[in-house]
C-alpha cells in the first residue's frame, strides 16, 4: 500500500510548493499539489507535525497550512526579524526561533504564544528539542550553546563555544547532540555537556539530519551528501545529490523500507520547481507519534538533567505557565462547589 506522503519546500521566490509523491513502484513520481505565494520575502525555515506545515520568512511571520482540510490556516505574528528555525514537538507544540533573539513555543490547538524566551543576545541560529520534550538546545550568534527547561521557560546552563554554531540538533535517543559551526560538526555527550568528537566536512555545512541514532546525513555548500557514523568519527558513504549545492535535507521512516548496509542509495525520483529553494520538510499525517513526557526541574549540570530526563512524567502547557502532572498520583476530589 503507498504511503500518503508530501513534500513541502521553501523558495528564495517567497513561493511554497507541495508536491504529492507516489511511493508506487521503483520509481516515485512527484506531482505538483499547490503552489502559494506565502510570504513578502524570502521563505528561510520550514516544518511538518501529522496535521499542520508551518513556513517561516524573512517577513517576520510564520504562515500555518491545515495539510488535512487543504486550506491555509493564518499566521503567527511574534518575532521581529527573520525566523531562522522551525520545530514541532509530536502534534501538540511548536518551537520558532527568530534574528529578534526569541524562541517563542506555540500551542497547536488555539495557536497562542505560550511562552516567549529571551533566549541569545543575538540571533537565535538553531533550535531543537529532546525527544522527551523536556529540554531544548539553542545556539545563536552571541557564541553560546544554551541548555533549556522547557518546564519553566529557563536557561538550565550556558556553554561558551568560540565560534557562531549555526545547526544544532538532538540524537533520536536524546543521549547525545551535535552542533555545526562553518564545516564541522561537533559531537556532544549528554551527561558531560563535553566535545566527545569532531568530524570535519570538506565544505561548510548547511543541513545535518540523523538518520538513525549514529548515523548523520551532512549536506553543504557541495553537491554531495554524505552519511557520517558517530560512534566510529568517520564517513561511512556519500553520493551526487545535485548539480549544486545543497540547502535541505530530511528523511522519513517507512514501513516497507529498511537500510541493510550503507551504500549509495537509489534515486526514487526528482522534480524541478524552477525556483531557488531555501528549505525542505516532508509530511505525513501518522509521522509523529510522540508523547509529552515530561519535565526538567531546576537541574543545573549535565548529570542533573541526565536524572531528569528518566523520571516517567507528563507536562501540560497553560497559558503562560506550563503544569507538571504526576500521573502516578491520584487526583483528590474537592468538596462542595467553592474554591
Known sequence: MAAVLELIAGSYEQIAFGYQVNTDGEEWTAKANFTHHAHTASISAAAASER?????????????????KKTEHGALLHHD???????????????S???????????????????SI?????????????PSGKLALSVGTDKTLRTWNLINGRSAFIKNIKQNAHIVR???????YVAVVNDKVNIYDLETASVTGTVTN?????????????????????EIVRFCDLGKEKWVCEFKAHETRVKA????VMEDYCVLELESPTLLGEVN???????????????????????????????????ELSKKKRVRIVAEEVVLEDESKPKKKKKGGGK
Open 52 to 68: 499542520f506545515v508551518v513556513t517561516g520568512s524573512k517577513d517576520e511571520t510564520i504562515q500555518l497550512y491545515d495539510m488535512k
Open 81 to 95: 526579524g527573520t525566523i531562522t528555525c522551525l520545530e514541532f514537538y509530536g502534534s501538540s507544540h511548536l518551537l
Open 97 to 115: 526561533g527568530g534574528e529578534d533573539g526569541l524562541i517563542c513555543v506555540w500551542s497547536t490547538k488555539k495557536w497562542e504564544c505560550l511562552k
Open 118 to 130: 529571551k533566549a541569545h543576545h543575538g540571533h537565535v541560529t538553531s533550535l531543537s528539542v529532546h
Open 170 to 176: 538532538w540524537s533520536p535517543d536524546g543521549d547525545k
Open 202 to 222: 570538506p565544505k561548510r555545512i548547511s543541513s545535518v539530519k540523523f538518520l538513525n541514532n549514529s548515523i548523520l546525513a551532512v549536506a553543504g555548500d557541495d
Open 249 to 252: 535535507v530530511d528523511s522519513f
Open 273 to 307: 520547481t524552477t525556483a531557488r529553494l531555501t528549505c525542505l520538510a516532508v509530511w505525513k499525517p501518522s509521522s509523529v507519534q510522540q508523547t509529552a513526557e515530561e519535565p526538567a526541574s531546576e537541574a543545573t549540570t549535565s548529570e542533573e538533567l541526565a536524572q
